[in-house]
Structure formats: structure tokens, C-alpha cells
């Protein structure tokens, strides 16, 4: 989960620097070599007259791919799959139209705390001061609107309208994604791309970002305070959540799982970065909406350490999580705070698991209870022949093609309940955006993230509002020749929204998305679709996808009801209803 390239790992000591040629010693060059040299090699762009020599400089260096999208903000959300599993990712757009078109998905980044470097091409250094109104922009002559909008999503912005500070500004603003994890905004002027410039003509040399440190003398507190709280409880509970991505915790989570024996559970947003197939895994707790028995056994546990956690109204189920403040310890990336005592700052997460797995008895009375008492959750109903397809069998045989070769990609939506129940193999990915919840992400991101890792194959599951949103780069997926199998799950409508509060508003109108997928198709690229009604259409479009057409990009188009709808949905969806009246 927390992956090496354009990490503090990869960072090298000082070399000799390169003397570059005179005619890449230029802006654009610089920038393109920045991005290789932290982990990018695809850079999701759309363009305009502001960035096109920008993207003729990111083109001509080696070892950098530029992927043209149909919008902005596909290109965006697809920078932010891509830096799921390359640990950053970048995008090109234009001036304000381009700018204020991807700022959805860089504020989805943002909540997800994924470095993301955003580059617009802006306007010519000569026109900074004057009162010019240029195109793309509201018709004023104010240069400032694009950023101020970038300023309340983006950890760092730099404008670039000087060569001679360029380089610092460029190094500044890629150095703080990675640093803050969090998106960045690069506006470069248009003229200045390809200008050489003195301070370009040496190879940069690779960051040295200093890592972080833990305090030692609250660490030491820190880790003997959660010891004794721990050591004195009869059945303590590990929760993983979302920040162990952020933290680079992962692993030191394990650790601590596999020291001290205790049950491991997940919450939702952290699906994906505890392994699943842990002897001690419990499930998914999410309030009443967990997978079997996995409140029951945190819920009453005496003790439970969350790392990571965030208690949204939406991971909270409407806040009405059964937790108690004296009974948990709460690990954020940075701080502790153990019971109701004060808490423990400068403490970084990733050191305090390790120190604690040291220092915890061996009990695994929470996980042995819950061995006892679980019961696995019921097998749907066997379908009649040809019966309408249910959503519960669909996910049934999503199941069984998961692997380690295979990542999922939920959208928001009831694919969120869906994809939360199953049961991941080791090494299986799985992205979804859970804080933000942007329907169309899961279009731009499957892209992303299938560029990033092209040796899994993605199965995204879709719901069919949110595909309409973004549904166009499913032409870059097959420019790029991926063979992603997409899941549309078509209920007619905004099934989540239903279940929340209906209304005549989240009912959709219905296109034929195979039809629509075949359009854009087109004839170019490998690309196969499939209607499914009854279950036997279903196993055998699966067994056509992952047999005959494995090399392909396979788009299943599943019909079903529109109230069919899994039982967390209609839990969650009361409780979170009560939550906004
Ligand atoms: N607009 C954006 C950009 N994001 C949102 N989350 C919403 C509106 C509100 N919203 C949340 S889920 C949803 C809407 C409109 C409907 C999703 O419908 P669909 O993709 O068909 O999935 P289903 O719930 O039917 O499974």
C-alpha cells in the first residue's frame, strides 16, 4: 500500500550532475525530468493554445508518456488512480477552462491525501501586470481566479512567470506533493516552456526530502501508556483505517497484528490496505452496516486501537458507531490519544505499531470468540433459469474471478456495499473514493490505475448515474489498449440517493451502454461488450472475458432491478437519512 516510487526511500545522496544539452535546458524539459525522476511515466493531459509547447517539451523526454483524455476532469481523476499505485501522478490542463475543470478531482485527491501535480499552462509572462482580458477566462482582466479556486484544494501553488525562479518554484511545489501527500498547482506561462536557461542545464539532482521523525521521548510515552491500557484488556480489537495509506503504516500494522495476536478488523475507507487473508481477520467494521459479526466482536471488546481512522458521517453509518471514547487508543499519522488521556503529538504512526508490537502480550481472546461465533453470512437464494439477475449473485461471480493479478475499483454508489463484502486475495488492489464519494471517479481513476500497474487487470464496478458522468475515457482506456473489465450495473437510476431520500429526481434515463461502448469503440482497439440479463448470460460473459477476450477491454452491462439494492445500502441509507433531518 505504500509504494516506493516518488517516495523519501527512492531519494539518492547528492551525484555530480549531468551537463544537459543547450536545447533541452529548457523549462519544459526541466519539468518533464522532475517528473520521471520521482516516479511518473504518464502524464494525463488534455490541451489547449496556453500548454501546447509545454506539452511538446513533457513529450520529447524519454521515459515520459503523454495520455490524452476527453476532459479534465477524467484527467484528473485519472491522475489520481495512477497515484494510488504509483504513489504520484500527474495531469496537463489549460488556462481556467481547463483549470476550473479539473478542480473536482484534484479536491477528490485531496481528501484521499494523494500527491498530485498539477500543471496548467497559463498566461504569457508579458501579460502578468498589464490589464489585457484574455480568452478562457470570465472577461476579466484578473490573472488570479484559476489559482485563488486551486488555493483551497491544493497544498502548495506556484506561478511560473520568470525563468529565472522557475526552477525553484517547479522543485518546491513536486517536493511538497510528496512531502504533505497532497495535490499541488503548477501554472506555467505559455512563452516560457521552451526558452533554455542557465539554472536547466544541469540534471536535477533527485530530491532530499528529510523524512519525518518521531519526538523519542514521546514515542517512549507514548508506546508504555498504550502497553499497560492494552496488556490489562481481556479483548482487544485492531482497526485499520484509511490513513494507514498516508502513514506508510501498512506494514508496521501488520506487525503489530501479528505480535499481539489481537482479532483485525477493517473500516470501510481502509478496504485494501489490511490483508484480508491475516489469520486474524474479522471483517469490515462499519457500524451496522459491518460484514457478519464484526461489530458484535468490536463493539464489546474492551480495548480497540484504530489506526488510522476517519469517523465521517458517512464511515460513522450516520454517526451511530457503538465506540466508546475510554476504551480506544486513536493513531493518527502523526499523534496518539489513548483513552480520554491528553494526546501524544509528534509521534509517527509507523513507529509507535512497531514499538507496541515489541511491548504487547500475546492475546488473541478476541479473535478466538469470534471463531467461535461466527457464522458466515448466507449464500443468495439459487436463481430459477433465465430469472432476472440479482445484484447479490452478480458480486457472488465478481468473487470468484478476483486474484493477485486483479485490482477493484468501486464507485460510489451501491457498488460501495457490494465491493466492501468481498473477500479479498492476497495482493488483490482495491481503490474506491470514499471521503470525497465523486460519482464518475471510478471512470478516470480505472484508467489511471491501469496505466500505473499494467500487470493487474482491473474489474470496475460501476453503477449507471455515475458512469454517465465521465463515461467518455473509456475511448483512452482503449487507446491505451487496456483490457480493464468493466461492470455497469444498470438499475435505472441513483439507487444510493434512493435509499437516502427518493424523489422522481433519481430516476435516470436509460441508455443502451453496450451500444454507447461500441460507439466509442469504433473499430479501433480491442474491445468487447456484452448485455447480461439472467444469471447463465452472466458466467458466460465472465468466462468470454477472462477466456477468448482476456486481452481485450470487456464492458459487461448487468440489468437489473431497480429497488435490488444489497441490505447495508438500506441500513446505511436510513441511518444516514436521520443524520441529515
Ligand atoms: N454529484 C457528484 C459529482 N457526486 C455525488 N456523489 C452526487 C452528485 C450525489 N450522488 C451520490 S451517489 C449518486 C449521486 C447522484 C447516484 C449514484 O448512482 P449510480 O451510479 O447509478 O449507483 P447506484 O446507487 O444506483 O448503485
Known amino acids: 500500500c505504500c509504494p516506493a516510487n516518488g517516495t523519501l526511500s527512492t531519494i539518492q545522496g547528492s551525484v555530480s550532475p549531468t551537463i544537459i544539452n543547450s536545447s533541452e535546458a529548457t523549462l519544459g524539459r526541466h519539468l518533464a525530468r522532475r517528473l520521471v525522476q520521482v516516479g511518473i511515466s504518464d502524464v494525463f493531459s488534455v490541451p489547449g493554445d496556453f500548454n501546447l509547447t509545454l506539452l511538446d517539451h513533457l513529450i520529447?523526454?524519454?521515459?515520459?508518456?503523454?495520455?490524452?483524455?476527453?476532459?479534465?476532469?477524467?484527467?484528473?481523476?485519472?491522475?489520481?488512480?495512477?497515484?494510488?499505485?504509483?504513489?504520484?501522478?500527474?495531469?496537463?490542463?489549460?488556462?481556467?477552462?481547463g483549470g476550473l475543470s479539473v478542480l473536482n478531482a484534484?479536491?477528490?485527491?485531496?481528501?484521499?491525501?494523494l500527491p498530485l501535480i498539477c500543471i496548467v499552462g497559463g498566461p504569457n509572462s508579458n501579460d502578468y501586470g498589464t490589464n489585457r482580458i484574455l480568452h478562457h477566462t470570465i472577461g476579466l482582466p484578473d490573472f488570479s481566479q484559476e489559482l485563488r479556486c486551486f488555493q483551497t484544494v491544493t497544498c502548495y501553488q506556484a506561478v511560473v512567470n520568470n525563468l529565472e525562479d522557475a526552477h525553484e518554484m517547479i522543485d518546491t511545489a513536486i517536493s511538497t506533493a510528496l512531502k504533505e501527500s497532497k495535490p499541488v498547482y503548477i501554472s506555467i506561462s505559455c512563452n516560457l516552456p521552451a526558452i533554455p536557461h542557465p539554472t536547466f542545464a544541469r540534471e536535477p539532482v533527485p530530491f532530499s526530502l528529510s523524512p519525518k521523525l518521531s519526538n523519542k521521548i514521546g514515542l517512549e510515552a507514548a508506546v508504555e501508556a498504550a502497553a499497560e491500557f492494552l496488556n490489562k484488556a481481556v479483548k482487544p480489537v485492531l482497526v485499520g483505517g484509511p490513513k494507514l495509506r498516508v502513514a506508510k503504516a501498512c506494514e508496521a500494522f501488520v506487525e503489530l497484528a501479528d505480535a499481539s495476536g489481537y482479532a483485525v478488523a477493517v473500516m470501510p475507507s481502509g478496504k485494501g490496505l489490511v490483508p484480508e487473508h491475516h489469520p486474524h481477520f474479522i471483517g469490515t467494521y462499519w457500524g451496522a452496516v459491518s460484514?457478519?459479526?464484526?461489530?458484535?466482536?468490536?463493539?464489546s471488546a474492551d480495548a480497540y486501537l484504530f489506526a488510522g481512522p476517519i469517523y465521517n458521517d458517512y464511515s460513522s453509518v450516520g454517526y451511530s458507531l457503538l465506540l466508546k471514547k475510554e476504551k480506544a487508543i486513536i493513531v493518527q499519522p502523526d499523534r496518539v490519544v489513548i483513552g480520554n488521556g491528553p494526546a501524544f503529538g509528534c509521534v509517527l504512526m509507523k513507529d509507535f505499531l512497531r514499538e507496541l508490537a515489541k511491548r504487547l502480550k500475546h492475546n488473541n481472546t478476541a479473535y478466538e470468540n469470534y471463531h467461535r461465533i461466527f457464522v458466515p453470512e448466507g449464500q443468495p437464494l439459487k436463481a430459477a433459469p433465465k430469472e432476472p439477475l440479482r445484484v447479490n449473485v452478480l458480486f457472488q461471480h465478481i468473487q470468484k474471478m478476483l486474484s493477485s493479478d486483479s485490482a477493484v475499483i468501486a464507485e460510489t454508489g451501491d457498488s460501495w456495499f457490494n465491493c466492501q463484502k468481498l473477500k479479498l486475495p492476497a495482493g488483490c488492489g482495491y481503490e474506491f473514493q470514499m471521503q470525497y464519494g465523486s460519482i464518475g471517479w471510478s471512470v478516470g481513476a480505472t484508467l489511471g490505475y491501469a496505466r500505473a500497474v499494467p500487470e493487474k487487470r482491473v474489474i470496475a464496478c460501476i453503477g449507471d448515474g455515475s458512469f454517465q458522468v465521465t463515461a467518455q475515457d473509456v475511448s483512452t482506456m482503449l487507446r491505451c489498449g487496456q483490457k480493464t473489465v468493466i461492470f455497469l450495473i444498470n438499475n435505472g437510476g441513483y439507487t444510493i440517493e434512493v435509499e437516502i431520500h427518493d424523489g422522481p429526481y433519481n430516476v435516470i434515463k436509460n441508455w443502451n451502454y453496450t451500444a454507447l461502448v461500441d460507439a466509442i469503440h469504433n473499430g479501433e482497439g480491442k474491445c468487447w461488450t456484452a448485455k447480461v440479463f439472467c444469471e447463465e448470460e452472466l458466467i458466460e460473459a465472465i468466462e468470454t472475458a477472462t477466456g477468448a477476450k482476456k486481452d481485450c477491454l470487456c464492458f459487461i452491462e448487468v440489468i437489473v432491478h431497480k429497488d435490488d439494492t444489497s441490505k447495508e445500502l438500506l441500513e446505511w441509507g436510513s441511518r444516514v437519512s436521520a443524520a441529515n433531518s
Open 60 to 97: 520529447a523526454e524519454p521515459g515520459l508518456n503523454l495520455i490524452g483524455c476527453c476532459n479534465e476532469l477524467n484527467a484528473g481523476y485519472a491522475a489520481d488512480g495512477y497515484a494510488r499505485s504509483r504513489g504520484v501522478g500527474a495531469c496537463v490542463v489549460t488556462f481556467t477552462v
Open 291 to 299: 460484514t457478519a459479526f464484526c461489530a458484535e466482536i468490536v463493539e
Open 106 to 113: 484534484i479536491a477528490g485527491a485531496y481528501s484521499e491525501n
